[in-house]
């Protein structure tokens, strides 16, 4: 992180004298303005960045005290039983009520304090201000706003888990009314809600910026078509995350009305509680927050994926030294996905009873919505055909991501139809597929954008053979964690257990043996990321150094000084060509970047 | 590099940032009155009885004028900036600071007339949607008259140096404040007419 603010020396000495007095400004910023409360985009999003990667490692963490109580029910746990402390533990052994903290904060923690801050506000904000050319975000100060409002989300979540009765426990779509009645008069679902506000406000302000910036700040020459497949990724992200999130907010004030002020928006009437009706007004409707949620929480889906699709197609571009197989019907296809999926929620929802109609449009649209999916896969397994791959570390991951994303969509498929979702809702089938699109789907893509721009943001190279043995041994762990799942979940094993299933009453003839085999593949999963964090940090030191263009890339990232100092580019980049023109016939090497004129 | 089209706007676009960010900020907050709309005509129609005569109509009928008056306010806050009238321009702005205040005061009375009569939010799904629904619709009164209180003090030392930064800004103030005016315009209807 040093290296990002500092270099800048090297860029205002060839700026513009018209910008050199604003510039000269910031070389007096303090420590705190510079690093902590910075306005450049790249701090930021290497705030985001890092913030994001611990999230998922305690996220992470969390899971690997749940797959103890699932792989060695009623057995102490090892090591740091005794350090939870006896509102969690009872003399070594988890409580039900933890594990379903566990449960609900692992998701809530992965998906909207690790990766979409990792995926939109790490990448999108490093990297897509210098694909398109300019000088920083357009609203400076809204950016770091929107960090630290993730932050605070953040700090709130993590709180939560040490106030009296701990931290949420309906799992993390919080499913009124039983989100309502949980914890009475405890702070842990509330704080949740307080914390999810947080993190709207602060999506709100990024999305804003982000879309503003694209389309305003497009360096000269770079018309839409010729912007990277990544910025195409960020800006329909944005939208999603602009159009999405709001109801999410208004449910969330909602459900903290009827937490706190005693309203019935979610609470049917005549609801009997422990052999005790409830004192509410009653009227209220509990679909509702079921449609509320997962008009967010579908096109969030895609907010996970489809930065991770853009980091793998840039990648994939750069490795295979071709052009992306079809880049406007790539392009196409995410904008058509992107509005797709706000009309697919409800395919989360066959089993409330919602009526079959309604089921029948929904499974049609997911239908639908598969067509976009699989083209934008197809394209990028194309680009691979007849190529001399070069197999660095960020291809590896990249290319991992394809059949891994290709395993996750297909076995959707039966849930996106009502007929074969009834018998797999709420079994680890659901678990296993959602997994295979998130964890070896986007969370590999976004180390392989890891290895691919961190020569950019820190001027030094990560380690290769550190690299693979980070990629071999995640990839071989988190297949062996993921891939039983889909058979405990066709044997009809369900998901929330906090003991695997054990004392559940229909255990016989489940595979409760695989609960062993996928926690010991957790647990090596665990131990296989540390060679990554070594790599990380022993790169910031000892890396290899490199120049502008290390992997011989075309996008305009490339062409800024690695670090970029602030305002980013040496002189004003004009963009001469589309993205992804490598193999020219005719020119004189491999890569024809977008910023230089002649096809030397 | 400075940030280019913070003023000006850019041909291929015919935008300034600032205007752009703007229509986004109210398109994402169409989508949570359009939310908290939605959950009122389910909450509505799923009901068995919906009680009438509940509030206030002349209190609600004469705080929709006193909004649109504020907007009109509002527009000649920035017409007079247009003209470079900047003495008008700070009335009419104060002029909107102080219908808005208004508004709230009564807002205020309302509610506590509500409160006294034990007509709480937890008394019926009626009331928890119009406590919930005015009561957000309240919050964003309040940070307009936040931003204008912002323009109409420290804010507008702006005016001295960038003019045309400074009008932009008082333009992008009032798109928000029509659209809360807006909002008020849906709500007063559905909740004290309907």
């Given at each position: 992180m040093d290296k990002v603010a500092t270099s800048g020396t090297a860029a205002h000495g060839h700026a513009h004298d018209h910008a050199h007095a604003h510039e000269h400004e910031h070389h007096e910023?303090?420590?705190?303005?510079?690093?902590?409360?910075?306005?450049?985009?790249?701090?930021?999003?290497?705030?985001?960045?890092?913030?994001?990667?611990?999230?998922?490692?305690?996220?992470?963490?969390?899971?690997?005290?749940?797959?103890?109580?699932?792989?060695?029910?009623?057995?102490?746990?090892?090591?740091?039983?005794?350090?939870?402390?006896?509102?969690?533990?009872?003399?070594?052994?988890?409580?039900?009520?933890?594990?379903?903290?566990?449960?609900?904060?692992?998701?809530?923690?992965?998906?909207?304090?690790?990766?979409?801050?990792?995926?939109?506000?790490?990448?999108?904000?490093?990297?897509?201000?210098?694909?398109?050319?300019?000088?920083?975000?357009?609203?400076?100060?809204?950016?770091?706003?929107?960090?630290?409002?993730?932050?605070?989300?953040?700090?709130?979540?993590?709180?939560?888990?040490?106030?009296?009765?701990?931290?949420?426990?309906?799992?993390?779509?919080?499913?009124?009314?039983?989100?309502?009645?949980?914890?009475?008069?405890?702070?842990?679902?509330?704080?949740?809600?307080?914390?999810?506000?947080?993190?709207?406000?602060?999506?709100?302000?990024?999305?804003?910026?982000?879309?503003?910036?694209?389309?305003?700040?497009?360096?000269?020459?770079?018309?839409?078509?010729?912007?990277?497949?990544?910025?195409?990724?960020?800006?329909?992200?944005?939208?999603?995350?602009?159009?999405?999130?709001?109801?999410?907010?208004?449910?969330?004030?909602?459900?903290?009305?009827?937490?706190?002020?005693?309203?019935?928006?979610?609470?049917?009437?005549?609801?009997?509680?422990?052999?005790?009706?409830?004192?509410?007004?009653?009227?209220?409707?509990?679909?509702?927050?079921?449609?509320?949620?997962?008009?967010?929480?579908?096109?969030?889906?895609?907010?996970?994926?489809?930065?991770?699709?853009?980091?793998?197609?840039?990648?994939?571009?750069?490795?295979?030294?071709?052009?992306?197989?079809?880049?406007?019907?790539?392009?196409?296809?995410?904008?058509?996905?992107?509005?797709?999926?706000?009309?697919?929620?409800?395919?989360?929802?066959?089993?409330?009873?919602?009526?079959?109609?309604?089921?029948?449009?929904?499974?049609?649209?997911?239908?639908?919505?598969?067509?976009?999916?699989?083209?934008?896969?197809?394209?990028?397994?194309?680009?691979?055909?007849?190529?001399?791959?070069?197999?660095?570390?960020?291809?590896?991951?990249?290319?991992?991501?394809?059949?891994?994303?290709?395993?996750?969509?297909?076995?959707?498929?039966?849930?996106?139809?009502?007929?074969?979702?009834?018998?797999?809702?709420?079994?680890?089938?659901?678990?296993?597929?959602?997994?295979?699109?998130?964890?070896?789907?986007?969370?590999?893509?976004?180390?392989?954008?890891?290895?691919?721009?961190?020569?950019?943001?820190?001027?030094?190279r990560m380690n290769d053979v550190l690299g693979k043995i980070h990629f071999y041994g995640s990839f071989v762990c988190i297949n062996i964690v993921f891939m039983p799942m889909f058979i405990q979940g066709l044997a009809g094993m369900n998901r929330r257990m906090y003991d695997g299933g054990l004392l559940y009453a229909h255990n016989q003839g489940l595979p409760l043996k695989l609960n062993i085999v996928i926690g010991m593949a957790a647990w090596t999963l665990g131990l296989f990321q540390l060679p990554f964090i070594i790599n990380f940090f022993a790169s910031l030191k000892w890396g290899k150094k490199v120049e502008e263009n290390p992997w011989d890339a075309t996008t305009l990232e490339w062409s800024a000084p690695s670090p970029p100092g602030h305002g980013n580019f040496l002189t004003e980049p004009i963009v001469y060509r589309g993205p992804y023109e490598y193999s020219v016939p005719g020119a004189a090497k491999d890569f024809s970047p977008q910023f230089e004129p002649e096809r030397a | 590099m400075e940030i280019p089209y913070t003023v000006e706007t850019r041909p291929d676009t015919g935008l300034h940032n600032c205007k752009l960010g703007i229509w986004l900020f109210l398109a994402s907050e169409v989508m949570l009155f359009g939310a908290l709309f939605s959950t009122y005509i389910i909450l509505r129609t799923g009901a068995v009885e919906w009680p009438h005569g509940e509030l206030n109509v002349w209190l609600g009928m004469a705080n929709t004028f006193i909004l649109i008056g504020s907007s009109v306010t509002m527009v000649m806050a920035w017409a007079s900036l247009k003209l470079n009238d900047f003495p008008k321009h700070r009335l009419y702005l104060i002029a909107t600071f102080v219908l808005a205040g208004i508004f709230l005061v009564n807002k205020y009375f309302e509610y506590a007339d509500h409160i006294t009569r034990g007509e709480l939010p937890s008394h019926s799904t009626f009331l928890a949607i119009y406590f919930t629904m005015t009561g957000l619709h309240g919050l964003h009164i309040v940070g307009g008259m936040v931003v204008m209180a912002y323009f109409a003090g420290p804010g507008a030392k702006m005016w001295k140096t960038k003019p045309e930064q400074f009008s932009n800004r008082i333009e992008a103030t009032g798109l928000y404040w029509h659209f809360v005016d807006l909002v008020w315009i849906f709500l007063f209807p559905v909740l004290y007419l309907l």
């Amino acid at each position: 992180m040093d290296k990002v603010a500092t270099s800048g020396t090297a860029a205002h000495g060839h700026a513009h004298d018209h910008a050199h007095a604003h510039e000269h400004e910031h070389h007096e910023l303090g420590f705190w303005r510079a690093y902590i409360f910075s306005q450049d985009h790249k701090v930021i999003g290497i705030q985001y960045a890092l913030t994001g990667l611990v999230f998922l490692l305690f996220g992470f963490t969390l899971m690997m005290i749940m797959r103890w109580s699932m792989a060695y029910p009623i057995r102490p746990i090892p090591l740091i039983g005794s350090w939870l402390g006896p509102s969690r533990v009872a003399q070594g052994i988890m409580l039900p009520e933890f594990y379903n903290q566990l449960g609900a904060m692992h998701g809530t923690i992965m998906v909207f304090l690790g990766v979409v801050p990792l995926a939109v506000g790490g990448f999108g904000n490093f990297v897509m201000p210098l694909q398109i050319g300019a000088p920083d975000m357009a609203f400076p100060k809204l950016n770091m706003a929107s960090y630290w409002v993730y932050f605070l989300g953040g700090v709130t979540m993590l709180v939560s888990f040490f106030v009296p009765g701990g931290a949420a426990m309906s799992g993390w779509t919080s499913y009124a009314p039983l989100s309502v009645i949980a914890q009475p008069g405890q702070l842990g679902q509330t704080l949740w809600l307080f914390g999810m506000v947080f993190l709207i406000t602060s999506s709100l302000l990024g999305s804003v910026n982000f879309i503003v910036t694209i389309v305003q700040l497009r360096a000269k020459g770079l018309t839409w078509m010729r912007l990277p497949f990544f910025v195409w990724a960020q800006l329909v992200t944005a939208f999603l995350l602009l159009l999405a999130f709001p109801p999410l907010e208004a449910a969330g004030v909602l459900q903290l009305m009827d937490r706190r002020a005693g309203t019935s928006f979610f609470m049917p009437s005549g609801l009997v509680v422990g052999n005790k009706p409830l004192t509410v007004s009653g009227g209220g409707n509990p679909l509702m927050w079921q449609h509320l949620f997962w008009f967010l929480a579908h096109p969030e889906v895609y907010v996970l994926v489809l930065p991770a699709m853009g980091i793998v197609g840039e990648i994939i571009a750069n490795n295979t030294r071709k052009p992306l197989w079809g880049y406007r019907t790539l392009v196409y296809s995410v904008i058509f996905l992107g509005f797709m999926s706000f009309i697919v929620w409800a395919h989360h929802m066959f089993m409330t009873g919602m009526g079959t109609t309604i089921s029948a449009f929904f499974q049609t649209t997911t239908m639908i919505i598969s067509i976009p999916s699989v083209i934008i896969l197809t394209a990028l397994l194309l680009s691979l055909w007849g190529a001399s791959i070069r197999f660095t570390t960020p291809m590896l991951f990249a290319l991992a991501f394809l059949p891994m994303f290709a395993i996750g969509g297909l076995t959707g498929l039966p849930l996106g139809l009502a007929p074969s979702d009834i018998p797999l809702h709420d079994t680890y089938y659901v678990i296993a597929h959602f997994h295979y699109v998130v964890a070896p789907g986007t969370i590999f893509a976004l180390f392989a954008g890891i290895y691919y721009w961190f020569p950019k943001a820190t001027g030094r190279r990560m380690n290769d053979v550190l690299g693979k043995i980070h990629f071999y041994g995640s990839f071989v762990c988190i297949n062996i964690v993921f891939m039983p799942m889909f058979i405990q979940g066709l044997a009809g094993m369900n998901r929330r257990m906090y003991d695997g299933g054990l004392l559940y009453a229909h255990n016989q003839g489940l595979p409760l043996k695989l609960n062993i085999v996928i926690g010991m593949a957790a647990w090596t999963l665990g131990l296989f990321q540390l060679p990554f964090i070594i790599n990380f940090f022993a790169s910031l030191k000892w890396g290899k150094k490199v120049e502008e263009n290390p992997w011989d890339a075309t996008t305009l990232e490339w062409s800024a000084p690695s670090p970029p100092g602030h305002g980013n580019f040496l002189t004003e980049p004009i963009v001469y060509r589309g993205p992804y023109e490598y193999s020219v016939p005719g020119a004189a090497k491999d890569f024809s970047p977008q910023f230089e004129p002649e096809r030397a | 590099m400075e940030i280019p089209y913070t003023v000006e706007t850019r041909p291929d676009t015919g935008l300034h940032n600032c205007k752009l960010g703007i229509w986004l900020f109210l398109a994402s907050e169409v989508m949570l009155f359009g939310a908290l709309f939605s959950t009122y005509i389910i909450l509505r129609t799923g009901a068995v009885e919906w009680p009438h005569g509940e509030l206030n109509v002349w209190l609600g009928m004469a705080n929709t004028f006193i909004l649109i008056g504020s907007s009109v306010t509002m527009v000649m806050a920035w017409a007079s900036l247009k003209l470079n009238d900047f003495p008008k321009h700070r009335l009419y702005l104060i002029a909107t600071f102080v219908l808005a205040g208004i508004f709230l005061v009564n807002k205020y009375f309302e509610y506590a007339d509500h409160i006294t009569r034990g007509e709480l939010p937890s008394h019926s799904t009626f009331l928890a949607i119009y406590f919930t629904m005015t009561g957000l619709h309240g919050l964003h009164i309040v940070g307009g008259m936040v931003v204008m209180a912002y323009f109409a003090g420290p804010g507008a030392k702006m005016w001295k140096t960038k003019p045309e930064q400074f009008s932009n800004r008082i333009e992008a103030t009032g798109l928000y404040w029509h659209f809360v005016d807006l909002v008020w315009i849906f709500l007063f209807p559905v909740l004290y007419l309907l």
